[in-house]
């Protein structure tokens, strides 16, 4: 009963097409996040959700976008993928309030190709 | 600024051996929270601990124990008697406690810990 779901597993694109990648949730939390993780790297943080509120981290670029259309999904599409851009992509959960972080469950991430 | 600290970059030991994998963070707040992640080589991020700055106790899960000193500004990770399955990358994590931060976590570079039967 896997509860951070996300879709495809492996995603290869060409660049500069659109690509949309996919996570859903049964935790009802309240929080999702994407990360980006390039190879031997911490995560890093693209944007996050908490609840509707849509929170952006200044040094994400524009070509990064998130939809959060019900608490269950969300989604990171990216406008035009250049090289730079294949990483692995985590979504996670969280049931943080505005002040306490709570542990994060991740899904299995996204390993983004592109060609 | 907060920052997070993993000074060992890959550790590698002999099965049954003990392990520790250091953390030391940088923070002007007074509250916060610590994290320990593991990433095993599916790539799945695996919350292990989480310990906010007024607990300074040790805390011991199985052959996993936490070390947490203010002190010092470390929250160092031990594994007793590792096994063949411990082997993976082990994130240490720092969250401010702000009306703005919503969980958002400043993570360390990783520790690869390998371990050989």
């Known amino acids: 009963d896997a509860m951070v779901i996300q879709n495809p597993r492996y995603q290869v694109t060409q660049f500069g097409k659109p690509v949309t990648l996919s996570c859903s949730q049964t935790?009802?939390?309240?929080?999702m996040y994407w990360y980006q993780q390039k190879s031997s790297q911490a995560p890093k943080l693209l944007f996050h959700?908490?609840?509707?509120?849509?929170?952006n981290e200044a040094d994400t670029p524009d070509n990064f976008q998130s939809r959060r259309p019900n608490t269950s999904f969300c989604f990171l599409d990216i406008r035009s993928p250049g090289l730079g851009d294949a990483a692995m992509y985590l979504c996670?959960?969280?049931?943080?309030?505005?002040?306490?972080?709570?542990?994060?469950?991740f899904g299995s991430g996204t390993r983004l190709t592109v060609v | 600024a907060q920052k997070v600290t993993q000074a060992q970059t890959e550790i590698s030991v002999v099965e049954k051996e003990d392990v520790t994998l250091d953390c030391v963070y940088e923070t002007r707040d007074t509250t916060y929270y610590l994290f320990w992640y593991k990433q095993p080589p599916s790539g799945e991020l695996v919350f292990l601990i989480r310990r906010n700055s007024f607990d300074e106790q040790n805390e011991i899960s199985g052959r996993y124990s936490w070390n947490f000193q203010k002190s010092t500004s470390s929250f160092n990770f031990t594994i007793t008697a590792s096994q063949v399955v411990d082997s993976a990358v082990y994130f240490c994590a720092l969250s401010r406690v702000d009306s703005g931060n919503t969980g958002k976590l400043i993570f360390g570079q990783g520790t690869t810990l390998q371990v050989k039967p």
């Open positions: 996670a959960t969280s049931r943080a309030t505005r002040t306490v972080p709570y542990g994060y469950t």
């Open positions: 935790l009802n939390h309240n929080v």
């Open positions: 959700y908490y609840d509707k509120d849509f929170n």
